[in-house]
């Protein structure tokens, strides 16, 4: 097998064809589908319509409820938590609030409690998995939606969401999105984001999948990064408390049943700690690396789905986790980087899906469920590629956009897209770049009101890891949203809930009781939830170790 | 693990491994397939991760790592998920750099000609030596960058900056002691709050907001039958199919 | 024409006003000062020790930069700047030893060959432009106003870099009578400023300031004509400073050459940055008739 510009010889032959066609294409309006349309195709080729890829919890406030396979494996296997090696009387921690999660939500709701709810630094503990910032949030390269032009407004914004969400959202936390989102973006800029503009200082704003009009603010296609540096500096010269590298891996309630903080497990040296709060906010994010369905995913490496776990364990319910978010464009080849996305802003800024004759199948902006669908259809029909290690996909025509914008759009506004490609000797302003749907986000979790509370009382809950803004379905740009809008509003609730709080013995029976009841339901399985890690060491390695220091 | 509909394997395990290469981490020396990133090569040597893995995506810097080739005489940097693995890479990963950050406020600074080089007054150690721009794995003029904050081109030092996900390797290396990641994320902070124009059209929106305006719509939205709002849903214009460009009513 | 310059930080900072009305006399002399490409600060202070190579990286690169935008001269602004990159330039033409260092450390450059000519702005206006040439332009002489030159250090020391005689030089006395004014010649002309005692010890370089200035009013000078942008802060911020030290005692105001070429080739006022020095130069400007 030759490798031509990257590429093994036989993908060239069908990029040629790309190449050939290009021309024709350009021209071509492949028709959004309808909503009939849409649904036939979701139906036959998405997995959220499959049978095998989900099933009945048999426990917990979810119930005979269907969730996806890899969420209720965790759900019906045992705590990682051993109670009886923590004692509850010793407090290491003492605060008003515990963040659990150093991204995006966790971050801006600290930096909301302390400078708006005026709730002093030292009475704020965020702890994180990895280092502060390492989160999805940092990752988001498309961009963040608000309704800031005259022909937009936040009414429409609410209807795209909504209908985005196939009408499963809450209403008002819909809402909630859609109004705040303006304020949120005038936050960024006081605190000195460098949103992409044009010359007279509008924002340079395109349309994602499933949004009618144009609203996607960016930052060139480093949108997540920008933002999520920008609020990650503000919090460490307010110098907010962050322990880093440091998991909650159960929630801790007290004798009234009140979430009362939790355990932190330093994962560099084995401790635990006992962190006591009044409130606790949880902004634990997805779960990508759970792959659901066996997809390969976007991912960070700590999105493991433990935010969900340890709430259920306290008893509050979830939602809408029979469907997650499989993006349409992760990337299929080289073999280095599946799974990895590809931003939508490539085909925002004009790129069109291709498959291996060269021809278009969909127009290139549906709802991403939709998309997806589409995609993995044309590859059933055998109109994909296969990659030389098995990997399906089709072509995105990414030199479409320099002939559209000019030569050197895909540089400046895909820096980071480019010096991907690149360094795998791709060029993608002159070749397609390869792409098949990947575990993206996940669309449901702990259920919220519009002030961010939980079904528990005492705890919190913004961001990736709730379930209802976005129904079961969440369209591009609302997630940086989703965790600037309820961030903010999980901290200054927080800050009014705790003046009133009183905290009162605390207590780790919930993890005890929930144990028993997998016992009594004769429920077993080899793994103990939250893993807080996924793990990739080599299969050989594994089967080797030992268990001795 | 359940059946599924994707032909294809989970990410981190290649559905054929075809021929190693023999790499060497802290020396010690394993075989790993060809064509891994030096990220997931580390793992299949029996490797797990707690530091030094963040994003596995080229965004958050934690994998910053330092290679040399055999005999080869220069030493090379890289993100340990953004680079495939070589015969003969001699690797470690740095997870973690010790580069203070200055405290300041934002609030009280102004984009002025030394707003930059009064917080980080060690930039004008700078002996313009490179050394910085050569171990940045993101490609990044970062002595330009410096240069650039020291002279107080503070929209320049923010552009060429951007890409900059601080992974801390330039700031290992500068013989000048400089934090270089710190003082770029001034200059942009500088540069979007103050430098970078107004957005008109978000401030009339914030206008409207305070006034009130939205609120019954989207209300009258949230109370309505589901047919209805469906309907309205599937008469929306799409601004990106041209729906708004003859005037069309917004 | 156009004529690469390289501006050193200064002229972008605290210096702008230099920059801004040497590009305006050049144009107007015929010549477009074109700003180099990537460039970088020049080192500041050159290193006299022999084994400090790498104080010079910061020179030479930016010699490199020149070749590479395929000139052999450039000019230079700032007396600081002038001095190092001459400096380094010499030593390099002395030393192909240590230009091989250097190349070979700058691995990623392409190598120094040695071509580039450094000029400072005004020995180009002496030996290209030609005084006699510039005396021809000039529109406003400006008749009746004493000016003291002031030379300071960089543009002198050591001799080897020097753009005229050490000892006595002339080139801004020549200048000055080009543009029809009068000299006020002294004995301080070659004095130092402070230099970057300006940092640590204020008030010494305010004594300076006030010594240089005093010879200056007490011989009828109207203001000091300088070229070196530290010797203007230093005259001009810590002579105002002095003032507030010494009872009743008041600095004399201190422009550019590059300004007082432009007031009497008859340039717009406005674009010369006249208003920030700290010691307005404006009443005495507008006293002698230089400007309304
Ligand atoms: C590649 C990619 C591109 C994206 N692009 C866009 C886009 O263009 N526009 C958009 O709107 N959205 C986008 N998204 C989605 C969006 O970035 C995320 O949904 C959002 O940032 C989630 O924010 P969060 O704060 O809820 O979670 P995160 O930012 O993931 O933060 C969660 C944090 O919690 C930590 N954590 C996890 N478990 C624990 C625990 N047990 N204890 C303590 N800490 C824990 C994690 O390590 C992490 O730091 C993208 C996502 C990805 C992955
Ligand atoms: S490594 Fe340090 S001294 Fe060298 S060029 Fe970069 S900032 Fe300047
Ligand atoms: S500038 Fe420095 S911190 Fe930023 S990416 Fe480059 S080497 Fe890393
Ligand atoms: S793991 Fe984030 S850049 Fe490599």
């Given at each position: 097998m030759k490798i031509i510009d990257g590429y093994p010889d036989y993908m060239m032959e069908s990029i040629k064809l790309v190449e050939q066609k290009r021309e024709k294409n350009l021209k071509i309006d492949v028709p959004a589908l309808t909503m009939e349309g849409r649904e036939k195709v979701l139906k036959a080729y998405h997995p959220d319509f499959m049978d095998s890829t989900k099933r009945e919890v048999k426990l917990g406030p979810n119930k005979g409820e269907m969730i996806y396979n890899g969420i209720v494996d965790l759900l019906e296997s045992k705590s990682i938590l051993d109670t009886k090696s923590v004692d509850l009387t010793k407090i290491h921690y003492d605060v008003d609030i515990l963040i659990i999660g150093g991204g995006g939500a966790g971050t801006v709701a600290a930096l909301f409690a302390h400078e708006v709810g005026g709730v002093p630094k030292d009475k704020i503990l965020i702890t994180t998995k990895l280092r502060h910032g390492d989160a999805n949030s940092m990752m988001a390269q498309g961009g963040i939606q608000a309704a800031d032009r005259p022909v937009d407004s936040p009414t429409i914004h609410y209807l795209d969401i909504y209908g985005g969400g196939h009408f499963t959202n809450k209403p008002e936390l819909a809402k909630a999105l859609a109004m705040d989102a303006p304020r949120i973006i005038k936050w960024h800029l006081d605190l000195g984001v460098m949103y992409d503009r044009m010359e007279n200082g509008e924002f340079q704003e395109l349309s994602g999948g499933g949004t009618s009009r144009n609203r996607m603010h960016s930052a060139k296609d480093y949108s997540g990064m920008e933002l999520m540096r920008n609020i990650r500096d503000r919090a460490r010269n307010l110098e907010i408390p962050v322990l880093e590298?440091?998991?909650?891996i159960e929630l801790l309630l007290d004798d009234q049943g009140i979430v009362s903080g939790g355990i932190a497990f330093n994962m560099e040296t084995d401790e635990y700690y006992v962190i006591r709060s009044k409130v606790t906010i949880l902004a634990t994010g997805g779960s990508g690396r759970l792959h659901l369905s066996n997809y390969p995913t976007t991912n960070h490496y700590g999105a493991t789905g433990d935010g969900l776990v340890m709430a259920y364990h306290a008893g509050a319910n979830l939602k809408d986790l029979d469907t997650i978010q499989i993006h349409p464009t992760g990337d299929a080849y080289p073999e280095a980087v599946v799974g990895i996305l590809s931003t939508e802003k490539i085909r925002g800024l004009g790129a069109i899906p291709l498959n291996k004759d060269g021809d278009p199948f969909v127009f290139p902006l549906e709802p991403r469920d939709v998309e997806s669908a589409a995609f993995i259809q044309e590859c059933k029909k055998g109109k994909g590629l296969v990659t030389p290690t098995g990997m399906p996909g089709v072509w995105l025509d990414s030199p479409m956009i320099d002939i559209i914008h000019g030569k050197g759009t895909i540089e400046t506004k895909l820096a980071g897209e480019y010096r991907k490609f690149k360094r795998f000797d791709i060029d993608m302003t002159k070749h397609p770049i390869f792409v098949y749907p990947t575990y993206h986000y996940q669309n449901g979790g702990v259920e919220i009101n519009e002030k961010t509370e939980t079904a528990l009382p005492g705890l919190l809950a913004a961001g990736e890891v709730t379930g209802g803004v976005h129904g079961k379905n969440r369209l591009m740009g609302n997630s940086l949203l989703d965790y600037n809008v309820f961030g903010r509003r999980a901290g200054l609730h927080a800050a009014e809930y705790i003046k009133t709080r009183n905290v009162g013995k605390l207590s780790l029976k919930h993890i005890d009781d929930y144990n028993k009841k997998l016992d009594e339901l004769n429920i077993k399985s080899d793994i103990k939830a939250p893993i807080l890690l996924p793990e990739y060491r080599g299969k050989e390695v594994l089967a080797r170790a030992l268990d001795i220091l | 693990m359940t059946e599924t509909d994707v032909e294809c394997a989970k990410q981190d395990e290649p559905s054929q491994v075809t021929a190693t290469v023999e790499i060497f981490i802290m020396g010690k020396r394993y075989d790993v397939p060809i064509g891994f990133t030096i990220m997931k090569a580390i793992e299949f040597a029996g490797y797990q991760y707690i530091r030094s893995c963040g994003c596995r995506a080229g965004f958050c810097g934690a994998c910053a790592t330092v290679y040399r080739k055999g005999q080869e005489q220069k030493l090379h940097f890289a993100l340990a998920c953004q680079c495939l693995v070589e015969e003969g890479m001699y690797l470690v990963q740095i997870p973690f750099v010790p580069a203070n950050k200055a405290l300041y406020d934002i609030n009280d600074l102004a984009p002025e000609d030394n707003t930059i080089l009064t917080i980080y007054p060690e930039i004008a150690r700078c002996v313009s030596c490179n050394t910085c721009t050569k171990s940045c794995p993101q490609d990044i003029k970062v002595m330009m960058y410096i240069q650039n904050s020291l002279r107080g081109n503070i929209a320049k030092a923010a552009e060429l900056s951007?890409?900059?996900?601080?992974?801390g390797l330039c700031a290992m290396r500068c013989p000048a002691d400089i934090k270089h990641y710190h003082v770029s994320q001034l200059a942009r902070r500088l540069r979007g709050k103050y430098i970078d124009p107004e957005s008109k059209e978000l401030n009339a929106r914030l206008k409207e907001l305070e006034e009130g305006k939205y609120m019954d719509e989207v209300d009258e939205m949230m109370s309505m039958d589901r047919d209805i709002i469906l309907n309205l849903y599937k008469k929306r214009k799409i601004e990106a199919q041209g729906d708004l460009d003859e005037g069309a009513d917004a | 024409m156009d004529m690469l310059y390289y501006p050193g930080c200064t002229l972008k900072t605290s210096a702008k006003n230099l920059e801004a009305s040497a590009i305006a006399i050049a144009e107007k002399l015929g010549y477009k000062l074109v700003e180099m490409d990537d460039w970088n600060c020049c080192g500041v202070v050159a290193s006299l020790t022999s084994d400090d190579l790498m104080h010079h990286l910061a020179s030479l690169r930016n010699l490199i930069r020149v070749e590479e935008q395929g000139q052999d001269k450039v000019l230079v602004l700032c007396d600081m700047c002038y001095n190092t990159l001459k400096q380094t330039d010499i030593r390099m033409k002395a030393s192909q030893s240590d230009l091989d260092t250097l190349n070979s450390f700058m691995d990623e450059e392409s190598d120094y060959k040695n071509t580039v000519k450094i000029m400072h702005f005004l020995e180009f206006l002496r030996d290209e432009v030609g005084f006699a040439t510039l005396k021809k332009k000039v529109k406003k002489p400006l008749k009746g106003l004493r000016v003291m030159p002031y030379y300071g250090c960089m543009l002198l020391r050591p001799r080897e870099v020097a753009i005229d005689d050490a000892e006595d030089p002339r080139i801004l006395s020549d200048l000055i009578k080009a543009l029809g004014a009068k000299v006020v010649d002294n004995p301080y002309k070659i004095e130092c400023c402070g230099s970057y005692r300006t940092i640590d010890q204020k008030e010494l370089t305010s004594r300076r300031a006030k010594s240089i200035s005093s010879y200056a009013s007490t011989h009828d000078a109207d203001l000091i004509m300088l070229s070196c942008p530290l010797c203007q802060y230093n005259l001009d911020v810590r002579g105002k400073e002095a003032e507030s030290m010494y009872d009743g005692y008041s600095q004399l105001p201190t422009l550019y050459f590059t300004q007082l070429i432009a007031l009497a080739l008859g340039l717009d006022v406005e674009s010369l940055g006249l208003d920030s020095h700290a010691v307005d130069p404006a009443p005495i400007l507008r006293k002698r008739g230089v400007i309304d």
């Open positions: 590298f440091c998991p909650i | 951007f890409d900059c996900i601080q992974c | -």
